[in-house]
């Protein structure tokens, strides 16, 4: 019983962190509540779980601020655009819905809405783990996460799955599991995207993109502005 409480034990380290993820479902709720600050905060949750992942995150409390404040004006920028979006997508599948012509045209459009819809979440998974890891401009931000998101699709699927499931428990078997929500996914996925994040960074060399810890090739601290 001694060895298993012991913090070094795998079983103490894996319920460490699942308390973790709660602790971090919290601080990442409260400063979604202004919406405007979703993207930084969610930004910031991504900067620690990927961090959980290899060991490194040190005081949860004092990494989740300090990525939320150095992300604050990129994160926001990226998460008011996509925020854009999924309100033209939303408006577009409502009207979709309620025309359902029996015809090719209505045929064509529903596929191709499909297809962008598709393309939006795979850019909502990576765009944020993206933003927390490394540095780049708007453009190619939404860029590397398409593709990225796009190459790597069973990673995609493990992603989705994820999240689908947190959501179908929590909507429709144990509404209390929205204690772990987001932070818990974020945990799993960080999982999964360690290893595809690992690959990208010998293309730090460039200057567009950040290291490991949000920091430029100098390193100089980077708040996800683009790199002169």
Known sequence: MRGILTPDNPVMNFITRIVYSVYLNILWFICCIPIVTAG???TALFYVTLKMVKNEEGNVTVQFFRA????FRFSTKVWLIMLALGIVLGVDGFVLYHMRFE????????????VVVLAYLIIAMYIFPLMARFSNTVRMMFFNAIM???????????MAAVYFIMAFIIINIFTPAVVFGEGLC???C?????????????????GTEA??????????????????
């Open 40 to 42: 930084a905060s969610t």
């Open 148 to 158: 990225i998101g796009m190459r790597f699709l069973l990673c995609t699927a493990l």
């Open 103 to 114: 015809n090719w045209f209505w045929a064509v459009l529903t596929a191709v809405f499909i």
């Open 186 to 188: 974020a945990f799993l």
């Open 211 to 228: 290291g490991p810890d949000g920091e430029s090739p100098d390193g100089e601290s980077s708040d996800g502005e683009p790199q002169s």
């Open 68 to 71: 939320f404040k150095e992300n």
């Open 190 to 206: 960080s999982y999964l995207l360690s290893r595809i994040l690992a690959m990208c960074e010998p293309h730090e060399e460039t």
